[in-house]
């Protein structure tokens, strides 16, 4: 079954879905800061586009471009801003 997430008035729009990998989604995010918590561990990819992101603990914004990763823990709030239009897929475990 296919969910689909949108938040933030529609600036971050995602489709999500189970199979033997566990629960992943792929979603879209218009310009915009953003703020999102975690329930789970999240893993990251940015598909298209770039974003930059301020991890739990830092101080300091790290851009991360296509095919970057990044990483955060469960129970977690972190920051995003995209400059334009971006892509990503984020992986639950």
Known sequence: MIKVN???DGGVKSLGFENADGTTTVGVMDTGEFEFG???DEYMTVT???MEVMLPG???WKTYKAFDNFFVGK?????VKATEPAAYKCVYK
């Open 6 to 8: 949108e938040y933030y």
């Open 75 to 79: 129970d977690q709030k972190f920051k």
């Open 48 to 50: 298209s586009g770039e």
């Open 58 to 60: 830092e101080t300091n």
């Open 38 to 40: 975690t329930s789970t």
